[in-house]
């Protein structure tokens, strides 16, 4: 009896090689102000969850800004603010373990796809997350009218069970495509956007491709300042954290 | 068409055009909006296609520009204007949240009558409603206008309304402002550079940033366009400096290299000390006006060690371009005009007035003969004087919750009771739309046409233009089209975009213009497409602090709160929320957003150091009762590892008992335990207010992000 053949679930990536869309946020300028929250909550059709839920964990945010303490009073400092979304790995803890291929990658963007209307809710990729920026909807949250006026038609409105999380503006990247393929031209740096970086004040946030090594994150993520989070478990993020410097003079 | 004109070639030629067409404005033609059949779409509207407005952010009064994306008459998202000199493209969290302000469950649907207090709103109609407007003006003696900070064109509009009929001048107040202390720097302005002009800070260009208090990446001034100018800092050619000197650890103050807890009131005794050490090593003598100050007294009262003044002038010394920031919890002191006019003489002495890195008079914005401040506390109690003395017979309100934003010590509520008629102009039944007679609902922001004049956070001198990105949602009506109705012949305009026009039209043939046109029809179809008007080059001004360094300052130290035995006292320390600031609480998402710095969503807090906490048996989450002298409030504690241990803090924005859903009876409104107490400048010197802390032996847990631990059993008594 022939062995059936078992689809191919995980990505073919091979180490070293760039991923075409990628992130690198700069913790000195991040001011923690929360624009790109509200921003990709805005532009994502994301919805509240209220004061209890959101108190037992069940934000639905695919942004978090996160900060920690550092010693005690006086000599106490917080550490610099960093906007954590899903860093979108070349090789993703999530992808393997969802028994109904709906964590995929997508060979064309080569990012971390949720297919919402294959989720059915086993929580396996968010449990397997190491940055845990996945989020579930325990319910279907209320949004009064008029307020569904405002969603953004260009994204899925999600439902009770199912699991979602940043998609690095997808629907954002696929209309620069679209326009570019129109206009019979590549996209051009700092086209398409995420709604998170679009926000900054501070523009800590910068997107764009990783394949083209003149574009702005390529630089950025080239920075000597610049780490990635948890590397040593070899998920191969695509989001660089450039950490702060100081002043020679007065620092 | 020929042969080879595909399908594909056509879908091309659309495109482009969608591209060129990012930027779209309402021609002259189009200037009123009504509603349409879908079979008749609006113009530049087509199925499937976004069209992209620009107008004016309302959420509080710096004038960022605003691109809204439109979807078949729906507005879906708020993006930056990158024309626009003041944000240049990015936008704050309140300006991404404004949408929940438009779409809103709980707006005020139609012009209505109601009891004062009762929130059962009965229908009226336009017509009756402009009708007892008419009647307000025909006694113009006892009408009194009470306007927000936003929007500029509309407080033009009254100011104009108030002169045909002979009423006393508008005043303006937002809570901000009082935060700011504005009243204070402006007079400190008059004071050491001659004038009462707004000042710039250009940190964007220094190399050294001390700043008391300024919370200038939350709320403070324009807080898009100083961001901007931090990140500029910091990623100049050299990485700049920053230090912030402040009772507790901000947002901002999480940004600086060195922060430094101050005792709240002693700002004006380390600025003179820093002044004295700076100018006594620089040139070997200490100007006048700094010169009466006692270094060791300085420290005893504020806290700093002797190293930490050697440090900073240490600092000063070595910087290039350094300057300093006037934050407004600093001004809002007792004695917070000679801190105000002490950190401007400090600027003077590092001679950085209208030099790169330095600070600036803002130019005056178009169409203003003069900056209109906002009312500072002294100026409101004012107006409670005249409502208690039975001069107001009618108070008209719009953008403004005085009820709320003001401190109740100043005795509004009861003074309200004295006028024989309140109308609001509220899109939210807000605690003072409850509290009037009418509400003849405005339209939201985005409904809305109008003008923001840009004066705190660009060089240029810049018009913000508003105009409307939908079709009004509800049965509202702009209230400048209710006052022009109601004054009838006294005014000279058919409606609000004739008023508008009449304005705008002194600028068409302004010089340095980004645009210009012919005409003003061409004019005013650019004023749309741009969002708004700006010249090309700053014209900010160099201030000249002549003889000021020769003006004595003195200051006290800041009475010291009683720490020992069983009425232990807390100086208080109230700021704005930096998520919600004085409008953002009725937006639900503005109220899921995580506090910056504790990370609390959805309440208020009190943030107490953990140690003080410890002494006093209380942990995290326990109901505390704070009383002040003014009033108390009962709120949950933070046990908050930056914050002086002198020192407790409560953020504004929360405590409401109107405004919508989101708002209502959640978390505390700090302003209850506000004294009346102003400043030298007429500024609300709500800084030195003491508090007493009670156990009430309730816990009431705190929905943070930073923690899922704690919340089980929320809700329930404990």
């Known amino acids: 009896m022939a062995i059936p053949k078992i689809p191919e679930f995980k990505a073919e990536w091979k180490e070293g090689e760039e991923g075409r869309w990628g992130m690198a946020v700069d913790m000195d300028l991040c001011t923690g102000c929360q624009a790109c929250v509200v921003a990709c909550s805005m532009e994502n059709n994301v919805p509240f969850v209220g004061e209890a839920e959101a108190g037992y964990g069940r934000s639905l945010g695919w942004i978090r800004v996160e900060r920690l303490w550092e010693g005690q009073y006086p000599e106490v400092k917080m550490t610099p603010y960093q906007p954590v979304m899903c860093q979108q790995c070349g090789s993703a803890p999530c992808e393997p373990v969802c028994p109904v291929f709906a964590t995929v990658h997508s060979q064309a963007e080569q990012l971390n796809v949720q297919v919402y209307n294959r989720c059915v809710g086993t929580r396996y990729c968010a449990n397997n997350c190491p940055y845990v920026v996945r989020v579930f909807n325990w319910a279907d949250f209320d949004r009064p009218d008029p307020l569904p006026n405002q969603f953004n038609p260009d994204v899925t409105v999600r439902r009770r069970g199912v699991m979602e999380k940043c998609t690095f503006c997808i629907q954002r990247i696929h209309r620069a495509e679209d326009q570019a393929k129109a206009e019979g031209r590549e996209v051009l740096d700092g086209e398409a956007q995420p709604a998170c970086a679009q926000a900054c004040p501070a523009d800590a946030i910068v997107f764009g491709r990783l394949d083209d090594p003149e574009s702005r994150v390529s630089k950025l993520s080239r920075s000597n300042r610049g780490s990635h989070l948890l590397e040593e478990l070899g998920t191969q993020p695509r989001v660089t954290y450039l950490k702060g410097g100081s002043n020679d003079r007065l620092g | ?718």
Not at chain 2, 373 to 396: C, D, F, H, Q, W
Not at chain 2, 577 to 584: K, M, R, T
Not at chain 2, 641 to 658: E, K, M, N, S
Request: proline share 6%; hydrophobic share 40%.
């Open chain 2, 1 to 718: 068409m020929t042969d080879s004109f595909t399908r594909r070639d056509f879908l091309k030629v659309m495109g482009a055009g969608a591209a060129a067409t990012v930027l779209t404005g309402c021609g002259p033609a189009s200037r009123y909006v009504t509603r349409e059949p879908y079979t008749k779409m609006p113009e530049y509207t087509y199925n499937g296609q976004s069209t992209y407005y620009a107008t004016t952010c309302r959420e509080c009064a710096a004038g960022c520009g605003l691109i809204l994306r439109t979807h078949q008459g729906r507005a879906i998202k708020a993006e930056g204007n990158k024309f626009h000199p003041l944000n240049q493209g990015k936008t704050c969290a309140r300006g991404q949240a404004t949408l929940h302000g438009m779409y809103n469950p709980d707006r005020v649907q139609f012009p209505a009558q109601h009891a004062r207090g009762d929130a059962t709103l009965t229908e009226m109609d336009w017509d009756a409603a402009i009708a007892v407007v008419q009647k307000a003006l025909q006694d113009p003696q006892g009408t009194q206008f009470l306007l927000g900070t936003a929007s500029d064109h509309l407080f033009d509009l009254v100011t104009d309304v108030c002169q045909a009929v002979g009423a006393p001048s508008p005043l303006r107040f937002g809570a901000l402002s009082m935060f700011e202390a504005r009243a204070t720097l402006g007079e400190a302005s008059r004071a050491v550079f001659g004038k009462p002009d707004l000042l710039f800070f250009d940190i964007a260009n220094a190399d050294l940033v001390i700043s008391f208090g300024a919370n200038f990446l939350e709320t403070w001034l324009s807080p898009v366009a100083y961001t901007r100018g931090y990140a500029q800092m910091r990623r100049g050619d050299v990485r700049g400096h920053f230090v912030q000197l402040e009772p507790r650890l901000s947002e901002t103050a999480a940004k600086a290299d060195e922060w430094y807890p101050l005792l709240p009131g002693a700002e004006g005794l380390v600025v003179s000390a820093l002044g004295k050490l700076f100018a006594e090593q620089k040139f070997g003598v200490a100007p006048a006006a700094f010169e009466m100050v006692d270094l060791a007294a300085a420290a005893e009262a504020s806290g700093l060690t002797l190293e930490q003044f050697e440090r900073l002038a240490a600092l000063l010394l070595r910087a290039e371009r350094p300057v300093i920031l006037p934050g407004g919890a600093a001004l809002a002191q007792a004695e917070g005009l000679e801190t105000a006019k002490a950190i401007l003489t400090l600027n003077a002495l590092l001679d950085n007035l209208g030099k790169a890195g330095g600070v600036f008079h803002t130019p005056a914005a178009p169409l203003a003969d003069s900056y209109h401040r906002p009312a500072s506390a002294a100026e409101i109690s004012a107006l409670v004087k005249r409502m208690n003395a039975g001069e107001v017979n009618t108070l008209l309100v719009h953008g403004v919750n005085p009820l709320f934003e003001l401190p109740a010590a100043l005795g509004l509520e009861a003074a309200l009771q004295k006028v024989k008629t309140v109308i609001s102009f509220a899109t939210f039944p807000d605690e003072t739309a409850l509290a009037a007679d009418y509400i003849f609902p405005d339209h939201h922001g985005l409904e809305s046409w109008g003008y923001q004049r840009v004066q705190t956070g660009a060089g240029q001198s810049a018009l913000s233009g508003s105009q409307p990105v939908v079709v009004p949602y509800y049965n509202t009506r702009a209230t400048a089209d209710v006052l022009i109705a109601a004054a009838g012949d006294a005014l000279p305009f058919k409606d609000e975009v004739e008023f508008l026009q009449s304005k705008v039209a002194a600028l068409v043939e302004a010089p340095g213009g980004f645009y210009s046109a012919a005409d003003l029809p061409s004019f005013w179809a650019l004023f749309q497409q741009y969002g708004g008007w700006w010249q090309n080059d700053s014209s900010a001004s160099a201030p000249s602090a002549a003889g000021a360094l020769e003006k004595k300052l003195t200051f006290h130290a800041p009475e010291a709160a009683h720490a020992e035995g069983e009425h232990e006292e807390f100086s208080l320390y109230v700021y704005p929320s930096p998520i919600l600031a004085e409008a953002g609480a009725n937006k639900p998402w503005l109220q899921e957003i995580a506090d910056p710095t504790t990370t609390v969503m959805w309440n208020s807090w009190l943030e107490m150091n953990p140690e003080t906490a410890h002494h006093l048996g209380i942990e995290d989450d326990d109901v505390v009762r704070v009383i002040s002298p003014a009033g108390e409030v009962e709120v949950s504690v933070y046990r908050y590892p930056a914050i002086r241990p002198d020192v407790v803090a409560i953020p504004f924005g929360q405590g409401h008992t109107a405004y919508g859903r989101y708002a209502e009876n959640r978390g505390v409104n700090p302003a209850l335990l506000f004294s009346a107490e102003t400043n030298a400048a007429g500024d609300l010197a709500f800084g030195g207010v003491k508090v007493k802390i009670e156990k009430t032996g309730k816990k009431r847990p705190l929905s943070r992000l930073e923690s899922k631990m704690g919340v089980y059993g929320f809700g329930e008594e404990h």
